[in-house]
């Protein structure tokens, strides 16, 4: 195909809205107040305003259909025919799509985990055996038509055939969903041949998959399928995106095709070897030069000269992030609270855009052109080098010497006896995760002290009011282990930050986690300490409120590590260490004020597993280090959990085990218990709770439905190991929600432990 290379473009943009404003409309039309038009018109104008910044700022080919109501696993399953039979029934198509990623009452949603090694989470495909590809190019081509009515140099965006077919999940005894990628190819076909009708001059496929070891087959199958593809007589000319790390043995596999361009993430694939590609040389390389997953500012001095190391290696030479700016907050220019050092070190979406084109610029016309732009990147490297936050000498002797000494605990029965004569539980002990709803009122004195019209000690009043609620709302509905629902937190991980030196914590920096679910992650900038105790008064409190244990509510070292930007001028252990000291100390002053049960939650531990396995053991040895540092500093009779999450757990289930919590409170409603098999087999004999009920669907299960749960949770866990909890915290439930579903698991847990006496 003949089509105008492009020099300065991005993978992908985010769509929630500069002001979260998909967000809030999604949720309206969820809850019905606000109309499917309604709905239609903010998605149109945030499409079109995205559209249009991107060519302002210089772009000169723009990424479309990377908008999505909820997910783009979900839009490519859609896309492709390939939703599950039982949301079929839903006649409305929007519905029909939300009823996949939410559920209703009587449909439930589709399995969700982590897109590679990200914090985002995408919906999980069921391919089964009845499944049937169909092209359904209604959204793609729509929004296609859109952009070219307004004058944008479109390039349509969709999910790779391989990265659709590996990442999703066979079902209902079908086989592995990649062995039937030759139904797949004549459906790309058909699409790629309709997009070129509609005026697609390129499209981007992408195929994260190729830079990870889920298949040993990926980069033959990577030739096999574009050469398919690259063979058809009408097509855009086809730009192949990896991103994530480096694709390796699938990049001259790709070259290899009839393909025109390829992307490579050069700042997570640093070492991709670019050179060694002779077939590159008719190909236009789109270099991922600039992070698209991080907030740093790129060192322009670095990223030109690394640019003009590959000008002899390849036919056309096109500048990029490295992946989308899905992951990074939109613009600087809503923060107002930085101090002139730190502004100068960051660059959010809207800045690595600048930054893209001017390095595209700085290769078309040389470096005088861009001096000015030079000049100011070297002077934030300097000043960030030279910042004292960045180092704590301290905190880095205390750290050495606690290694040193070996971070474990006493025996793990031994413990379990401890405890058990100190907490006096049930067999199938209850207990939720954490949170409890953020209602309306939460938000609402949360909104008034941010804004000061109410002082902190009504704040905390408030708070303590909600505390009460909670704790008498636990107890009347029978829960053994209560927690105190955390309403002044208004994140896991950002909670912690705003009250840990070394962080910054945003004003609007949100990104979406998944749907309509947003995080503002912190800024984790310099050295990690402690300055005061961060939960122990809230903690104390509900503690005074009953006499069932209320259990510490902290969030993990690798989970706060994993949900901010962190700092990338030293390595990740050193900076978890860091965390999992100042956790360590939250723990030891929570049992100095007499609680029992402390939970440190790391549902992020899967979500950094390295992409490749050959850095995996590495990985997991500090991450479980951490866990370590962080629970090791309190007596064998406090009862330590963790929480884990929504990540396929196989690979990491060893370090599970490692961690050595006494509970593990898993994942595993959506799954239906596959976890424990996992367990099992790593040889797992601690006590561990698998959710018992997927809390990010409305739907409110039965009794039956629970009790259901636990009876296969028995076939694989003895009753004195096993705990029973939801999947997740609940905090985006509506307190209805909650009280009905927790009313049902307590009655769930009396009649199988009632069975199992």
Not at 291 to 316: F, I, K, P, Y
Not at 501 to 521: E, I, K, L, M
Not at 527 to 538: G, I, K
Request: negative net charge; glycine residues 6%; hydrophobic residues 45%.
């Amino acid at each position: 195909m003949t089509a105008q290379p492009f020099t300065a473009t991005i993978t992908g943009s985010p769509r929630i809205g500069p002001r979260r404003e998909l967000k809030r409309a999604t949720e309206g039309y969820w809850a019905r107040r606000t109309s499917r038009t309604e709905l239609e018109s903010v998605a149109a104008n945030l499409r079109r305003d995205t559209w249009s910044d991107l060519v302002a700022a210089g772009l000169d080919s723009v990424p479309v259909n990377t908008f999505s109501y909820y997910d783009q696993m979900l839009d490519t399953a859609v896309m492709l025919g390939a939703l599950p039979a039982r949301v079929q029934p839903v006649h409305d198509e929007l519905d029909r799509y939300f009823a996949a990623a939410r559920g209703t009452e009587d449909i439930a949603p589709l399995e969700m985990t982590k897109w590679f090694d990200t914090n985002y989470h995408y919906l999980v495909p069921e391919i089964s055996p009845d499944t049937r590809f169909t092209l359904n190019p209604v959204k793609v081509v729509a929004e296609l038509k859109e952009a070219l009515e307004q004058g944008i140099p479109a390039r349509p965006v969709v999910i790779g055939p391989i990265t659709f077919l590996l990442l999703s999940k066979p079902v209902d005894g079908a086989g592995a969903p990649v062995e039937r990628i030759d139904e797949l190819i004549p459906v790309y076909s058909e699409l790629l041949s309709l997009l070129a009708d509609v005026g697609a001059a390129w499209v981007q496929l992408d195929e994260p998959v190729l830079v990870t070891d889920i298949s040993a087959d990926t980069p033959a199958l990577a030739e096999r399928v574009y050469t398919a593809l690259g063979s058809l007589a009408k097509r855009p000319a086809i730009h192949v995106a990896t991103y994530f790390g480096d694709p390796g043995a699938a990049l001259p596999a790709l070259a290899r095709t009839a393909v025109e361009a390829i992307g490579v993430d050069l700042v997570a694939g640093a070492d991709t070897a670019i050179a060694s590609v002779p077939e590159l040389a008719n190909k236009t390389l789109v270099a991922g030069v600039v992070d698209g997953r991080n907030v740093w500012r790129t060192d322009l001095e670095a990223a030109l000269s690394r640019l003009a190391t590959l000008l002899g290696s390849v036919g056309t030479l096109a500048v990029s992030t490295s992946c989308s700016t899905l992951h990074v907050p939109y613009s600087l220019a809503f923060e107002t609270e930085l101090d002139d050092n730190l502004r100068s070190w960051l660059a959010f979406g809207a800045e690595k855009v600048h930054e893209v084109v001017t390095l595209a610029r700085a290769l078309r016309e040389g470096r005088d052109a861009v001096a000015d732009e030079i000049a100011a990147s070297n002077a934030a490297v300097a000043s960030r080098r030279s910042d004292p936050r960045l180092r704590n000498e301290q905190i880095r002797s205390r750290i050495d010497s606690i290694l040193a000494s070996g971070a474990k605990r006493g025996n793990a029965a031994e413990r379990r006896e401890q405890q058990k004569a100190r907490l006096h539980l049930p067999t199938l002990p209850t207990t939720t995760i954490g949170s409890f709803p953020q209602t309306p009122a939460i938000r609402k004195a949360r909104a008034a002290f941010r804004s000061g019209e109410i002082d902190e000690a009504e704040y905390n009043r408030r708070m303590k009011a909600e505390i009460a609620d909670v704790i008498a709302l636990q107890e009347r509905l029978g829960l053994d282990v209560l927690v105190h629902g955390e309403p002044e937190r208004n994140d896991m991980v950002q909670y912690f930050a705003e009250q840990l030196d070394g962080f910054f914590a945003t004003q609007n920096g949100w990104v979406q986690s998944y749907g309509s679910r947003c995080v503002r992650p912190p800024i984790l900038y310099g050295d990690v300490s402690r300055p005061h105790p961060m939960t122990v008064e809230w903690i104390t409190y509900a503690q005074s409120l009953t006499d069932k244990p209320v259990k510490g509510m902290l969030t993990g070292p690798v989970t706060i590590l994993a949900w901010s930007f962190v700092r990338d001028d030293q390595p990740l252990a050193d900076t978890a260490y860091q965390i999992a000291l100042a956790i360590r100390d939250e723990t030891i002053d929570l049992q100095s004020a007499g609680i029992a049960i402390i939970q440190v939650d790391e549902p992020a531990l899967r979500e950094l597993l390295p992409l490749r396995r050959a850095d995996q053991d590495a990985y997991l040895q500090w991450a479980v280090g951490a866990f370590r540092l962080a629970t090791s500093g309190v007596a064998d009779s406090t009862h330590i959990q963790t929480h884990l999450c929504y990540s396929e757990f196989g690979e990491v289930i060893g370090a599970i085990g490692e961690l050595d919590a006494d509970a593990t409170l898993i994942e595993a409603a959506r799954s239906h218990m596959e976890v424990l098999d996992d367990l099992n087999a790593a040889g797992f004999s601690n006590s561990v709770g698998p959710g018992v009920y997927d809390i990010h669907s409305p739907r409110v299960p039965s009794t039956e439905e629970i009790a259901n749960s636990l009876r296969a949770a028995l076939r694989a866990v003895p009753a004195e190991r096993l705990w029973v909890n939801p999947d997740c915290g609940l905090k985006t439930r509506t307190v209805e929600e909650v009280t009905a579903s927790l009313q049902n698991m307590v009655a769930a847990a009396a009649k199988v432990r009632g069975e199992a006496a």
